[in-house]
């Protein structure tokens, strides 16, 4: 940490191993009118109690800086005597964070949030983001479309996936290029980093993720017709975008204009795909469809579904079942289920609650989300939370297992028992649809296809 100065403004950065270490590098990291004291981390388990390393702070941090869990917030401004915290991460609903800005002011500090001015880069590349107005709202099966479309098209899309650093050792996660399903054994990738890598790999698209988002978006474009990102929980794209388009969920009708900074999306994007039509319900549909002509009246809206297939129905038919869920979308994504637990039930299976099976963090994760009751969330921040997670699976007292998230789990895991996967894709209803935006993107931005990557 940098020596204290009178002249400089003392800053918390409060974030979960993401925005947080973008903002900082983007505008704090050789500001020498400020000085960050500490990172604090929340919403991830396993994230906090690590340092920010020389290598990504700077010349001005030549020791890093610390990252403490957030519930130290009161201790570190007083010992600080910070002036600041910035809020930097996401998917919080209004109430929250306004608790938040009490919390902050009462101990003495400014309250700041950053926005797109300050912190989006901009590419010499076309970039197409995806973004979301809640987790799980399906941000990655319309992501692996739009890059699909686009490999037809004749383009080469790189796709640069929001920041998932959980590894103790940063420097790891600097800058990481993925184009083989072993680069993610390579890079010692959490389940919660592999559902979001493994389907775009497999579909033939490169794909950057890591911390530095600068050195990744120069290394993107040096082999990229068009950059396409990936956004990650509710927030907004860490590139300025020539098209944003914005996910929404009926599921949950109303949160996409009483969360932050899901709104802030909603409100900038030029195309907002109301997706899972097929299984929410119309009243639902109606209402975020009436909350989007109200904020943003010029957005093209496009109806989707998300269509289940499971692999093998004879595993899971009449028998009791655990159904294993994408981990965000279930745990501060707020969904008390996902595509495992409606495909157990179309199929017939008994759901068994899968609660009294927990062992360890996986336990603590059901007490602290206490809406999750019929669901198994997929945690697996790091080796010693997988083998929990195998654990549990492994001492339920049920005949299979009906997976929910976009990636194998048998892969990873030594599961005894009976399993199955279920799949979604995103499937346009009406028109215009995705191929219709994207031959109108392709035009309007004269798109070149590259005849080699550049040097």
């Known amino acids: 940490m940098a020596a204290k100065s009178m002249s400089r403004t003392r800053v918390i950065i409060m974030g979960a191993a993401g925005r947080d270490f973008h903002n900082f590098n983007v505008f704090f990291r050789d500001n020498e009118q400020y000085e960050v004291v500490a990172f604090t981390a929340e919403q991830i388990p396993g994230i906090e109690d690590r340092i920010y390393p020389p290598e990504l702070s700077g010349k001005l941090y030549p020791k890093g800086i610390k990252i403490y869990p957030e519930h130290k917030l009161p201790e570190l401004i007083q010992k600080f005597d910070v002036h600041q915290c910035v809020l930097a991460y996401s998917d919080l609903p209004y109430e929250t964070v306004g608790h938040k800005i009490a919390w902050v002011n009462s101990l003495g500090p400014d309250f700041r949030i950053m926005g797109p001015k300050t912190t989006m880069l901009k590419s010499n590349k076309p970039v197409i983001a995806v973004c979301a107005v809640r987790t799980g709202c399906g941000k990655s099966q319309t992501s692996r479309k739009i890059n699909t479309l686009l490999v037809q098209m004749g383009f080469k899309p790189v796709n640069v996936r929001h920041p998932m650093p959980y590894d103790p050792d940063l420097t790891t996660q600097i800058a990481q290029r993925y184009a083989t399903l072993a680069d993610m054994d390579r890079y010692n990738c ?14 033939g698209v490169t794909l950057y993720a890591g911390v530095d988002y600068g050195k990744i978006l120069d290394m993107a474009q040096k082999e990229a017709d068009v950059i396409t990102w990936d956004g990650g929980n509710n927030d907004f794209s860490f590139y300025k975008p020539d098209l944003l388009i914005v996910v929404t969920d009926p599921h949950r009708a109303g949160h996409e204009v009483t969360y932050y900074p899901g709104e802030t999306n909603l409100r900038m994007a ?5 997706n899972k039509i097929d299984t929410a319900d119309y009243e639902n549909v109606e209402k975020v469809r009436a909350n989007i002509e109200r904020v943003n009246p010029k957005a093209i809206v496009i109806d989707a579904a998300s269509p289940l297939s499971v692999g093998d129905v004879s595993v899971i038919r009449g028998k009791r079942v655990i159904a294993i869920e994408d981990g965000p979308t279930v745990t501060h994504g707020g969904m008390p289920y996902g595509a495992a637990y409606i495909a157990a039930r179309k199929c017939g299976a008994t759901i068994v609650d899968p ?5 360890g963090t996986i336990q603590a994760t059901f007490e602290k989300y206490k809406h999750l009751r019929e669901v ?5 921040y790091g080796k010693a939370q997988m083998k929990e997670l195998e654990e549990t699976i492994n001492k339920a007292d049920v005949d299979a297992i009906v997976v ?8 990873l895991l030594k599961i005894n028992k009976p399993s199955t996967r279920v799949r979604y894709d995103l499937q346009e ?6 191929l219709d935006v994207l031959t109108d993107f392709v035009k309007k931005h004269k798109l070149r296809k590259q005849s080699k990557p550049e040097a």
């Open 355 to 359: 609660r009294p099976f927990a062992v």
């Open 190 to 203: 959490t389940i919660e980093e592999r559902e979001e890598y493994e389907p775009m790999i497999s579909a």
């Open 376 to 380: 198994l969330p997929a945690m697996g």
């Open 404 to 411: 929910g998230t976009p990636i194998d789990l048998t892969r």
């Open 270 to 274: 030029d195309v907002v795909i109301i």
């Open 429 to 434: 209803i009406g028109k215009p649809d995705l």
